[in-house]
């Protein structure tokens, strides 16, 4: 990755489908919460945005995952999607989550900035 990194938690505190780790990042100009999550053993990260109405998504704070594990899910809404793309694979959305880019290195885990994601001011 060539854009820069910055610092998110250590690679432990990411379990396989559990908690994700909270952040706020910069949007095309606006504050917005982030998280990521770890699901079969990689990590990924979206803005904490539901892509049909623009509201946070955990039902309790970092609770993303459905019952399964399998899935993130919308908890106003109930829209549901991919943990390793984002995409809406059902429920009410209109496209899919905005992904964070993330590289994992050396037990810990970073997120990296791009020309509409950057550091929360």
Same mark, same amino acid.
């Given at each position: 990755?060539?854009?820069?990194?910055?610092?998110?938690? !250590?690679?432990?505190?990411?379990l396989?489908?559990?908690?994700?780790?909270?952040?706020?990042?910069?949007?095309?100009?606006?504050?917005?919460?982030?998280?990521?999550?770890?699901?079969? &053993?990689?990590?990924?990260?979206?803005?904490?945005?539901?892509? !049909?109405?623009?509201?946070?998504?955990?039902?309790?704070?970092?609770q993303?995952?459905?019952?399964?594990? !399998?899935?993130?899910?919308?908890?106003?809404?109930?829209?549901?999607?991919?943990?390793?793309? &984002?995409?809406?694979?059902?429920?009410?959305?209109?496209?899919?989550?905005?992904?964070?880019? =993330?590289?994992?290195?050396?037990?810990? =885990?970073?997120? !990296?900035?791009?020309?509409?994601?950057?550091?929360?001011?």
């Open positions: 990755m060539t854009t820069p990194a910055i610092f998110l938690c !250590h690679s432990k505190d990411l396989d489908s559990g908690l994700a780790v909270p952040f706020e990042v910069q949007y095309s100009g606006q504050s917005n919460a982030a998280f990521a999550v770890r699901y079969q &053993g990689r990590v990924y990260a979206y803005l904490n945005r539901c892509s !049909h109405v623009p509201m946070e998504m955990d039902y309790q704070p970092n993303f995952f459905d019952l399964t594990g !399998h899935w993130l899910i919308c908890a106003t809404h109930g829209a549901t999607y991919a943990p390793q793309t &984002g995409r809406c694979l059902m429920g009410p959305c209109r496209g899919g989550l905005v992904k964070i880019e =993330v590289s994992e290195t050396g037990g810990m =885990v970073y997120w !990296h900035t791009s020309s509409k994601i950057q550091p929360a001011i």
